[in-house]
């Protein structure tokens, strides 16, 4: 069975950084698809970014694009997901998903897809 752990997440001001891990037990992240969906109360799901097991890149959502970067951390068995120049608006809920399908996409990511999933951390970006 397959565990995430997120940590990382708090307060910070627009303009800020935050870096979010997911801590994998039972299994590699060279051998899974992950990535990280967001999600506020009274809004959809949204994909934020997702690294296929079949690809060495990240995938990530226009909302993110240039100021958020994953990165897997192979030795530690560990996902991150650096947010700069935070907004506002990137106030939810981030949970890191893992699945060990070799192709899955940031559509996946909204949907209830994914194998495993963590408990979630909270990121609020005040104005």
């Known amino acids: 069975q397959v565990q995430l752990v997120e940590s990382g997440g708090g307060s910070v001001q627009a303009g800020g950084s935050l870096k979010l891990s997911c801590a994998v037990a039972g299994d590699t992240v060279s051998s899974l698809s992950m990535g990280w969906f967001r999600q506020a109360p009274g809004k959809e799901r949204e994909g934020v970014g997702i690294i296929s097991r079949g690809d060495d890149s990240a995938v990530y959502a226009d909302s993110v694009k240039g100021r958020f970067t994953i990165s897997q951390d192979n030795a530690k068995n560990t996902l991150y997901l650096q947010m700069d120049s935070l907004k506002p608006e990137d106030t939810a809920m981030y949970y890191c998903?893992?699945?060990?399908?070799?192709?899955?996409?940031?559509?996946?990511?909204?949907?209830?897809?994914?194998?495993?999933r963590g408990q979630g951390t909270q990121v609020t970006v005040s104005s």
């Open positions: 998903a893992a699945d060990p399908y070799y192709w899955r996409t940031l559509l996946d990511l909204t949907k209830e897809i994914f194998a495993y």
